[in-house]
């Protein structure tokens, strides 16, 4: 018989050409600083700059790589640059791109125990691990009530503990029925948009996500939740959830998980903790304070692709009873149907969030923990809060500038003195110099700058550069200021 025919790379060229790309992105990580941060490309010019229509023969490797380099690389952000400083980081480290390189190498599709075991049971182990890592509840733990699950994104976390919470509020019936626009949730103004889209998804509507108030630090009231909470209840509305954020997005404020809890713990609601970045900081039993009141919660998430050096996407969620998340996303068509599970004796992911397939993510996660160990994250983890706390001390001694928030971990939100207009062009400034990049917020109506310090690589120079150019561009700025209003 001869050869059949194929277009397929052959295990020697794709060993040349992993070779090449391994090479290429280790170049990559010892020239990031040459580029600049924030792409400076214009809307449509990388479309603009690729072919009208897809090859009809195939193209060499090579030709590949030369069009990432002249074609791609101008269109990127580079998040992995040290110089990183705008929203929170999404990390990738040498470990976390080489587990996920496995886990495309194996490409395993792991919804069922069964369709392939090692995928759950190690997922299962890692998330276990991080329990005891993390200081969080025992009964976390799969060899207890609950267990963990590896997510997309705190998104579909969020979501998945919001459907949770909202079957166990109404006995398992709004899965059948539908909701009757009568459950209502909670989160504090403050709390991540990813909640509001979960109360559009989950059926419960927006208007029915009650934003309870602040306090003066950004943090939830407790009395205000309480209250509400009563409201709704006299006015024949079924509570079901809150959400509690362990550092928000905007300003990295902490609820009072525990006096949240206690609430929940009175009125029978669901409890989910979002800790989407700051949850790494437990990984240091000087930062867990921040997870008082967490034994109350009914679920947990972070995500190890923020701030624990895993490559997106990578986020970790624990239930405390898993049977209540499975009786609520567990469907089991006929052909799914295997000896596995029908024993009860195995895990099925699949039914722990929304989609069916699933990659092989705990991978990237076991090959981060075991290269950097508990030491070397707790290491990382402290140099980067040291950095933002050098940074904010800076920003106090500095009368032209102020801080808006407090700082507690890794985030600083300042500004400078002169006004909305001021920030706003500072921040422009620098962003378009390529130099660094930086986000903003509104805080009380304000304009704000965020500066968070979280990238793999951030090193103490980086940080004060840093703060050299935002002080060289408020200098200009201020120069600009006094020549229209000398
Ligand atoms: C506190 C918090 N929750 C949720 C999210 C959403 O994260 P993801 O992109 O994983 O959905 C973020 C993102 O920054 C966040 O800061």
């Given at each position: 018989m001869p050869e059949e025919k194929s277009f397929h790379m052959t295990p020697d060229e794709f060993r040349r050409h992993g070779h090449a790309v391994v090479d290429w992105i280790a170049d990559y990580q010892s020239r990031i600083e040459s580029f600049p941060v924030l792409s400076q490309v214009k809307p449509g010019d990388i479309r603009a700059s690729l072919p009208a229509s897809p090859p009809a023969k195939g193209e060499p490797f090579d030709a590949l790589m030369r069009d990432v380099e002249k074609l791609i690389l101008p269109g990127v952000?580079?998040?992995?640059?040290?110089?990183f400083f705008a929203y929170f980081p999404c990390n990738a480290s040498g470990p976390g791109i080489l587990g996920d390189l496995l886990s495309s190498g194996l490409g395993v599709q792991g919804m069922l125990w069964s369709t392939s075991p090692a995928c759950t049971e190690l997922e299962t182990h890692v998330l276990d691990w991080l329990v005891s890592m993390l200081g969080l509840p025992e009964k976390f733990l799969s060899s207890k009530t609950g267990g963990g699950v590896i997510q997309d994104t705190a998104s579909s976390a969020a979501l998945c503990a919001l459907l949770a919470g909202r079957e166990r509020a109404t006995q398992y019936t709004s899965n059948k029925?539908?909701?009757?626009?009568?459950i209502v949730a909670y989160a504090s103004?403050?709390?991540?948009s990813s909640l509001e889209k979960a109360a559009m998804i989950a059926g419960i509507g927006v208007e029915n996500l009650r934003l309870i108030e602040v306090d003066q630090n950004f943090a939830m009231r407790p009395e205000a939740l309480a209250r509400q909470i009563e409201t709704d209840k006299l006015a024949g509305l079924t509570p079901c959830f809150v959400c509690a954020t362990v550092g928000t997005t905007s300003s990295n404020a902490m609820d009072p998980v525990k006096q949240i809890g206690e609430i929940c713990r009175q009125h029978n609601l669901w409890l989910h903790v979002d800790?989407?970045?700051?949850?790494?900081?437990?990984?240091?039993p000087e930062f867990r304070h921040f997870h008082n009141g967490v034994e109350l919660a009914d679920s947990y998430n972070f995500n190890p692709h923020k701030w624990m050096f895993t490559n997106f996407d990578c986020n970790c969620f624990w239930v405390a009873d898993r049977k209540a998340l499975i009786q609520t996303l567990s469907i089991l068509p006929e052909y799914l149907r295997n000896q596995a599970t029908e024993s009860?004796?195995?895990?099925?992911?699949?039914?722990?969030?929304?989609?069916?397939g699933r990659r092989f993510r705990s991978l990237k996660l076991w090959f981060v923990i075991r290269h950097y160990g508990v030491e070397g994250l707790q290491h990382h983890i402290r140099q980067h809060v040291k950095l933002a706390q050098q940074f904010a001390e800076w920003v106090r001694k500095d009368a032209r500038f102020e801080l808006?928030?407090?700082?507690?971990?890794n985030l600083v939100c300042f500004r400078h003195k002169s006004g909305d207009t001021a920030n706003q062009t500072i921040m422009d400034r620098l962003n378009r110099s390529g130099d660094l990049f930086l986000t903003h917020t509104k805080l009380n109506g304000k304009l704000t700058l965020r500066l968070s310090v979280g990238q793999t690589h951030t090193q103490a120079r980086h940080v004060e550069r840093a703060w050299e150019r935002i002080r060289e561009e408020a200098e200009k700025t201020g120069d600009a200021v006094r020549a229209h209003h000398p």
């Amino acid at each position: 018989m001869p050869e059949e025919k194929s277009f397929h790379m052959t295990p020697d060229e794709f060993r040349r050409h992993g070779h090449a790309v391994v090479d290429w992105i280790a170049d990559y990580q010892s020239r990031i600083e040459s580029f600049p941060v924030l792409s400076q490309v214009k809307p449509g010019d990388i479309r603009a700059s690729l072919p009208a229509s897809p090859p009809a023969k195939g193209e060499p490797f090579d030709a590949l790589m030369r069009d990432v380099e002249k074609l791609i690389l101008p269109g990127v952000t580079h998040w992995q640059s040290p110089n990183f400083f705008a929203y929170f980081p999404c990390n990738a480290s040498g470990p976390g791109i080489l587990g996920d390189l496995l886990s495309s190498g194996l490409g395993v599709q792991g919804m069922l125990w069964s369709t392939s075991p090692a995928c759950t049971e190690l997922e299962t182990h890692v998330l276990d691990w991080l329990v005891s890592m993390l200081g969080l509840p025992e009964k976390f733990l799969s060899s207890k009530t609950g267990g963990g699950v590896i997510q997309d994104t705190a998104s579909s976390a969020a979501l998945c503990a919001l459907l949770a919470g909202r079957e166990r509020a109404t006995q398992y019936t709004s899965n059948k029925k539908g909701c009757d626009g009568r459950i209502v949730a909670y989160a504090s103004t403050q709390t991540h948009s990813s909640l509001e889209k979960a109360a559009m998804i989950a059926g419960i509507g927006v208007e029915n996500l009650r934003l309870i108030e602040v306090d003066q630090n950004f943090a939830m009231r407790p009395e205000a939740l309480a209250r509400q909470i009563e409201t709704d209840k006299l006015a024949g509305l079924t509570p079901c959830f809150v959400c509690a954020t362990v550092g928000t997005t905007s300003s990295n404020a902490m609820d009072p998980v525990k006096q949240i809890g206690e609430i929940c713990r009175q009125h029978n609601l669901w409890l989910h903790v979002d800790a989407a970045m700051s949850g790494t900081a437990a990984l240091c039993p000087e930062f867990r304070h921040f997870h008082n009141g967490v034994e109350l919660a009914d679920s947990y998430n972070f995500n190890p692709h923020k701030w624990m050096f895993t490559n997106f996407d990578c986020n970790c969620f624990w239930v405390a009873d898993r049977k209540a998340l499975i009786q609520t996303l567990s469907i089991l068509p006929e052909y799914l149907r295997n000896q596995a599970t029908e024993s009860g004796a195995v895990i099925d992911y699949r039914d722990w969030h929304i989609q069916l397939g699933r990659r092989f993510r705990s991978l990237k996660l076991w090959f981060v923990i075991r290269h950097y160990g508990v030491e070397g994250l707790q290491h990382h983890i402290r140099q980067h809060v040291k950095l933002a706390q050098q940074f904010a001390e800076w920003v106090r001694k500095d009368a032209r500038f102020e801080l808006a928030a407090p700082a507690p971990l890794n985030l600083v939100c300042f500004r400078h003195k002169s006004g909305d207009t001021a920030n706003q062009t500072i921040m422009d400034r620098l962003n378009r110099s390529g130099d660094l990049f930086l986000t903003h917020t509104k805080l009380n109506g304000k304009l704000t700058l965020r500066l968070s310090v979280g990238q793999t690589h951030t090193q103490a120079r980086h940080v004060e550069r840093a703060w050299e150019r935002i002080r060289e561009e408020a200098e200009k700025t201020g120069d600009a200021v006094r020549a229209h209003h000398p």
